[in-house]
């Protein structure tokens, strides 16, 4: 058994099969616009921006964890390693679960570290807003991938103040 992590488009649209789904929280990261997407929410003239985790240190990051089978797991890992080609890179990091149950696993996140071919990096929110707002790419709006981040992280009660703050701001381009 294996569990992968996710804190962006893995939250809604898993697209694999798992085992178990639990609310879960990363430690020393935070979830951030700063990655550029020339493949699904945006073209390579006009990259969107999706979500990647930065250092934070006494920052955290919530996201959904998946359980997958050990058959199952390479079908899915070379999916995943597709599906997050621009960029990411598979990192091993704890998970602490939020719910009832609680205790922690060890998990796969799948996260673009600075300086990847894609990278953007930090920009004022205003101006992330307007990115997202004018990108749009072969697995749609840019803006849907933010109002659906913030919808999903609304209905597992997880705050996140970069994400909640963008969703305000691009409501000036809609
Ligand atoms: C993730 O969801 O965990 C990775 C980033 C993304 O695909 O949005």
């Not at 099969?17 to 006009?46: I, L």
């Not at 998946?66 to 080609?85: C, G, M, N, P, W």
């Not at 621009?86 to 998970?95: I, M, P, T, V, W």
Request: glycine share 10%; aromatic share 10%.
């Amino acid at each position: 058994m294996q569990w992968i992590f996710g804190y962006g488009s893995l939250i809604w649209r898993p697209d694999f099969d798992f085992v178990a789904r639990r609310p879960a929280r990363v430690h020393g990261w935070q979830r951030r616009f700063w990655q550029g997407s020339h493949d699904h929410r945006g073209v390579p003239e006009r990259p969107g921006r999706v979500v990647t985790l930065v250092a934070a240190d006494g920052g955290h990051c919530d996201g959904m964890a998946y359980q997958v089978t050990a058959a199952d797991s390479a079908r899915i890992f070379d999916a995943l390693d597709h599906r997050e080609k621009n960029g990411y890179q598979r990192r091993d990091l704890e998970l602490h679960f939020l719910d009832a149950d609680g205790g922690t696993a060890p998990g796969i996140v799948y996260l673009a570290p600075e300086g990847n071919h894609a990278y953007l990096g930090p920009a004022e929110v205003a101006d992330i807003a307007r990115q997202i707002a004018h990108s749009t790419g072969p697995s749609g709006r840019n803006i849907d991938y933010l109002i659906d981040l913030a919808a999903a992280l609304r209905a597992m009660n997880a705050d996140d103040e970069h994400v909640f703050e963008l969703e305000h701001a691009i409501r000036e381009h809609l």
